[in-house]
């Protein structure tokens, strides 16, 4: 597989190999609605619930969002939208001026606001990072500039928002940056509430992206993870940032000693994924059991996932669902992973996914189509006897 890849990569490089998009393809009886828009750019990115399912939307709208270049100057945009599960498209959008290298918008619906942070994957660091909350309406309420930064990620639940950024300041002259910063956001107010800098040691030159700190939201408690040299460490916060939990992974195996930290919420409990493992924590962050983390296909890295609130549900970002965690995944959506070489600017890729959610009882996945891709599916009944092999 990664030898076939290799190949093809170089035949691209040459100009062998034409353009190609990725074509997802249903297992079974799934049911899915697949939207790309070519026109937008992403190198990562997700989507939040936001309209419940209705005549209009039967299976509900996400805010998701994505960039593009305007003419005649070519200036980037950062473009939020509100999109269509079942039709598969764009109902409405706004756009908002972004650093040129921006290339990661991730975005928060709570208490009938959005929370979006424009911030940077694969370049590293921009200027400004920049923090918008957004009313229903797509309407801006207010905006921060976070300075200098790098990847950033973002939840929101109730009045209360957070956003970790992988922060640069004069202090911090490594190259890859040693500090996370971390917001907090009153939702209802518009208000920053609070600020924690966490420093952390290099991990090592990451593949295609970094994602230096992962940020989750429940019940007024904010939690916290990330990875350096050789560990993983995660937190638990109250709303002002006072630490009420914390739990340090060590690793020895040069595998995990670059790995990114990746945390879900459970139910009763807090996941955190790092290489080809999970841990399963208890709300204080006491390790609980370890698990075998669902497999990744046609892309660098793990299968990131989501937890359905509602059934316990589990389902990854390359098409598979499972009736809870440490259960077995049956696959409902497979993709085709190809290569993409467009024109006389070289640029490589493969389709990727950037994020898994549930919404009203929907697995979405967002992906970088290339473009932005919007895919949801019906999942089916948690009792299905499907299984993967």
């Known amino acids: 597989m990664h030898r076939m890849t290799f190949v093809l990569v170089l035949l691209a490089l040459v100009g062998l190999v034409p353009a190609a998009y990725a074509h997802p393809s249903a297992v079974g009886k799934t049911t899915f609605h697949d939207g790309v828009d070519k026109k937008c750019t992403l190198a990562d990115g997700n989507a939040a619930p936001f309209a419940a399912p ?12 994505c960039f593009r270049a305007t003419k005649p100057d070519y200036k980037t945009v950062a473009v939020v939208r509100e999109w269509d599960l079942f039709h598969g498209r764009a109902v409405r959008e706004a756009t908002f001026p972004a650093d040129n290298g921006a290339d990661s918008l991730r975005v928060a619906v709570a208490g009938g606001r959005i929370l979006m942070v424009v911030s940077a994957a694969m370049n590293i660091t921009i200027d400004h990072v920049m923090l918008h909350l957004l009313d229903k309406n797509l309407a801006l309420v207010k905006q921060w500039d976070l300075g200098v930064g790098g990847y950033a990620d ?3 639940e109730g009045k209360l928002g957070a956003v970790i950024v992988d922060g640069w300041n004069n202090s911090i002259v490594d190259i890859r940056g040693e500090a ?8 209802a107010r518009g208000r920053l509430d609070g600020k924690r800098i966490f420093r952390y040691k290099k991990a090592g030159w990451p593949l295609l992206y970094h994602a230096a700190g992962s940020v989750r939201v429940r019940q007024g408690k904010v939690f916290v993870v990330y990875t350096e040299a050789s560990r993983t460490k995660a937190y638990r916060m109250s709303k002002d940032l006072r630490i009420t939990g914390g739990y340090v992974r060590a690793y020895k195996d040069s595998m995990h000693s670059t790995a990114e930290a990746f945390m879900a919420l459970g139910v009763h409990r807090v ?46 970002e390359n098409g598979r669902v499972a009736a809870r965690m440490g259960a077995p995944f049956k696959r409902c959506v497979d993709f085709t992973h190809e290569l993409v070489f467009r024109g006389a600017k070289i640029g490589i ?41």
């Open 180 to 187: 996370l910063e971390l917001y907090t956001v009153d939702m």
């Open 349 to 389: 890729y493969a389709d990727r996914s950037t994020a898994a959610l549930w919404a009203f009882g929907h697995v979405v996945i967002v992906r970088s189509a290339p473009g932005l891709g919007i895919l949801a599916f019906d999942p089916g009944s948690p009792a299905s006897p499907r299984h993967e092999k």
């Open 54 to 65: 209705s005549p209009k939307h039967p299976w509900g709208t996400v805010i998701t969002g």
């Open 154 to 156: 973002i939840d929101a």
């Open 271 to 316: 996941l955190i994924e790092y290489g080809d493992r999970v841990d399963v924590l208890r709300p204080y962050l006491q390790l609980d059991r370890r698990l075998a983390a669902p497999r990744a296909t046609g892309h660098v890295g793990f299968a990131r996932w989501a937890i359905d609130r509602a059934t316990g549900r589990v389902a990854t």
